[in-house]
């Protein structure tokens, strides 16, 4: 029986899952919002919203905690000297989980989790060149 067990498993072992999380809230602190099943958007926001929380309070062993998780530096840096003092004053919720509908391969639910007040920046799209023969 499996009282009070409330993690997502994801049909994944212990070491993959993991490794998943990791990956994923590194990712997610990286660029602010990523696309992913609506499972797995749901199992890594309380890991996102627990490192944020650490990330609030600029100390030396909160900044070994976070190294620990996530496996980039240049993100554990962005963690506390960006995403920190942004959240300051907030007392939690600082992701939004967005649903985008089934995914056209397995029909799997996808989702979008970003931290709040990400601000979205769109590509610039390349000029297309005239050709030559389509001027004539």
């Known amino acids: 029986m499996r ?8 049909r994944r072992n212990t070491s993959h899952r993991r490794a998943l999380l990791r990956n ?11 696309t992913t099943t609506l499972a797995k958007a749901k199992a890594t926001r309380p890991v996102a919203e627990k490192l944020i929380t650490i990330g609030k309070k600029d100390t030396l062993s909160g900044r070994r ?13 962005k963690l506390f000297t960006e995403l920190g003092p942004r959240f300051k004053e907030r007392p939690g ?9 089934l995914r056209s391969g397995d029909g799997a639910q996808m989702a979008m989790i970003e ?7 769109k590509k610039a799209k390349k000029k297309e060149k005239i050709s030559p023969k389509a001027g004539k």
């Open 3 to 10: 009282h009070q067990v409330k993690r997502y498993q994801l």
């Open 24 to 34: 994923l809230t590194t990712s997610l602190l990286e660029k602010e919002r990523v």
């Open 65 to 77: 905690r976070a190294l620990g998780y996530i496996t980039k530096e240049s993100v554990v840096q």
């Open 93 to 101: 919720g600082y992701t939004r989980i967005v649903k985008l509908g």
């Open 115 to 121: 931290l709040l007040g990400a601000v979205y920046k």
